[in-house]
């Protein structure tokens, strides 16, 4: 079994940034792919940044409403996965999920809540 630990939410005004985290833990073979999802009140959830692979091949995709602004990273020593977030708008306001795929099956965080106020 895997667990998932997110961090980093919270409220920040528009233009603001914050830095998401989300580490793995658990029966960890090999890790496939991470993300970050997020949902929106009355939205479907959906992807906001997913990355698989690593160093030089490595490959990373945005939604286009967050390219530029946000970034995904990881750190494999510590099995974690950061989302950092900068020029923050009111739309980016959501629940964000962090996603890994590990050996094969998937695996959520409970979510950490971004408020962006105008």
């Known amino acids: 079994q895997v667990q998932l630990v997110e961090s980093g939410g919270g409220e920040v005004q528009a233009g603001g940034s914050l830095r998401l985290s989300c580490a793995a833990s658990?029966?960890?073979?090999?890790?496939?792919?991470m993300g970050w999802y997020r949902q929106a009140p009355g939205k479907q959830r959906e992807l906001v940044a997913f990355?698989?692979?690593?160093?030089?091949?490595?490959?990373?995709r945005y939604a286009d409403s967050v390219k530029g602004r946000f970034t995904i990273s990881r750190d494999n020593a510590k099995n974690t996965v950061y989302l950092q977030m900068n020029s923050l708008k009111p739309e980016d306001t959501a629940v964000y999920y962090c996603?890994?795929?590990?050996?094969?099956?998937?695996?959520w965080g409970k979510g950490t809540l971004v408020t962006v106020s105008s």
């Open positions: 658990g029966s960890i073979f090999s890790i496939n792919d």
């Open positions: 990355l698989t692979g690593s160093g030089s091949l490595s490959y990373i």
């Open positions: 996603k890994f795929r590990v050996d094969g099956v998937d695996y």
